[in-house]
C-alpha cells in the first residue's frame, strides 16, 4: 500500500529533478525498512546523469531500499495500443460493416497506435500502473513511497487530470477511425455513428433490424476498467498525494509556481514551496552580492505568497550534486536536520 506520493513540480531549470533525487535519498537513508521508488516524468530526463549510472526505462536499484526509472512512455502506450486494436480487429469480424470495407483492418493498425497517443496520456498510463500496484518489471516490487519529477505545469497538470475522464480521452483517441469511417462512407453512416455512440455510452446494446446487437464486451470491459481505476487514482492521489513546487528567486519561476499552485489545487494538497539556487554571501564578489540582494526580495514574495505552507530554502552548491554522496550534500542543504516525519508530512 502506497504510504506517500511526494510529486515535485515547477519551471524548467529549476532544479526539479536534483531536489526529487535528493528528497528521495534523503528518505530512503531515514527509512531503511521503508521502500522508495523515484520516478522522472520530465521529457528530459536527467536521473541517469545524477545518480553518475545507467537509469532508463527499468526499475534500477540504487540502494537496498530506493529504485529509479525513466520510464518511456511509448513502450507502455503501445502495449495498451495493441490490446485495444487486437480487440477491435475480433470484433469487426462480426460487423457487416467489414463486408463493406475490407481495408478497414488495416486501417486500424496505420490510425490507432502509440503514436497517435498524446504524451501526457502515455505518461498517466505508466503513472497508473504503478500507483495501482501493477507490476512493471519481474520484480514487483511494491513501494511504500512514491517520489515522482512532474514535468512543467501544462504537463503536469495533465497528468493530474487525465485519471479524472480517462475514458474520454481514450475513446476520443481509439474510436477516431469511426469517425473517419462515417465522414467519408455516407452508406454506412448511421450504422457507424450508432455503433460510436454505444460505445461512448458505455454498456448500452443497440438495435438494428429489430436485433439485438452486442458492441463488444471485452472492449467495453476495457473502458469501464480505465474508468474504474481512474478514480482509484485519482482518491489515492487526493488522499496521499503531496505537492512541492520548486522555484528560484526569479520573477518567471515564481508566476509559474503561483500559476501551478491554482490549477493544481482540486487534485493534490500543496504543503511546501523549495526556493532553490540562492546566491551565497561572498566578501569579495559585488556581483555575486547584487544578485543575492535582488534575489531576496522575491524569496521575500514568495513567502508572503505562500505563508500558509512550508517553505525550504537552498543556496547554489559550490560543485553539482552527483551521485549519492552528492545528493546527500544536497538534501542536507535543503532540509537541515529535519526528520523523516517532517519531510513526508511538512508544517508551516
Known amino acids: 500500500m502506497i504510504e506517500r506520493i511526494l510529486v515535485l513540480g515547477g519551471k524548467g531549470g529549476v532544479g526539479k529533478s536534483s531536489i526529487s533525487a535528493a528528497t528521495a535519498v534523503a ?20 536521473l541517469s546523469d545524477l545518480f553518475a549510472c545507467d537509469i532508463g526505462d527499468k526499475l534500477t536499484p540504487l540502494t ?10 511509448d513502450v507502455y502506450a503501445k502495449e495498451y495500443t495493441d490490446l485495444f486494436a487486437k480487440k477491435l480487429r475480433s470484433l469487426l469480424k462480426k460487423m457487416p460493416i467489414v463486408g463493406l470495407i475490407p481495408q478497414i483492418k488495416n486501417f486500424i493498425d496505420t490510425t490507432f497506435t502509440a503514436d497517435s497517443i498524446p504524451l501526457a496520456l502515455k505518461n498517466a498510463m505508466f503513472f497508473q500502473k504503478i500507483l495501482d500496484a501493477e507490476d512493471i518489471n519481474a520484480q514487483g516490487v511494491q513501494f511504500d513511497v512514491i ?8 504537463n503536469m497538470v495533465a497528468l493530474f487530470d487525465i485519471p479524472e475522464d480517462q475514458v474520454k480521452v481514450v475513446l476520443k483517441y481509439s474510436l477516431n477511425f469511426y469517425n473517419s469511417i462515417k ?41 469501464n476498467d480505465l474508468e474504474q481505476r481512474g478514480e482509484r487514482i485519482s482518491n489515492l492521489i487526493h488522499d496521499v498525494g503531496s505537492l512541492r513546487l520548486v522555484t528560484i528567486a526569479e520573477k518567471p519561476s515564481f508566476e509559474e509556481i503561483k500559476r501551478a499552485r491554482d490549477l493544481t489545487k482540486k487534485y493534490i494538497s500543496l504543503d ?33 505568497e505562500f505563508n500558509n505552507i512550508k517553505i525550504w530554502q537552498s543556496i547554489r ?30 508544517k508551516p
Open 27 to 46: 528518505l530512503s537513508d531515514l527509512l531503511p525498512d521503508k521502500r522508495f521508488l523515484l520516478i522522472s516524468f520530465d521529457m528530459a530526463h536527467n
Open 64 to 73: 537496498k531500499n530506493l529504485w529509479a526509472i525513466e520510464p518511456d512512455p
Open 272 to 304: 511546501a514551496v523549495h526556493i532553490n539556487m540562492i546566491t551565497p554571501k561572498a566578501k569579495k564578489c559585488d556581483f555575486c552580492n547584487s544578485m543575492r540582494s535582488m534575489q531576496l526580495n522575491y524569496v521575500e514574495d514568495i513567502i508572503n
Open 317 to 346: 552548491l559550490k560543485e553539482e550534486p552527483i551521485g549519492l554522496d552528492g545528493l546527500r550534500n544536497l538534501a542536507r542543504e535543503i532540509y537541515g536536520d529535519a526528520g523523516a516525519k517532517e519531510m513526508l508530512y511538512p
Open 183 to 223: 465522414n467519408s462512407l455516407k452508406g454506412v453512416l448511421k450504422y457507424s455513428l450508432n455503433f460510436y455512440n454505444s460505445i461512448k455510452n458505455s454498456l448500452h446494446p443497440f438495435e438494428q433490424e429489430g436485433k439485438r446487437v452486442s458492441i463488444g464486451d471485452e472492449i467495453v470491459k476495457m473502458l
Open 147 to 154: 517520489v515522482a519529477d512532474f514535468p512543467p505545469t501544462a
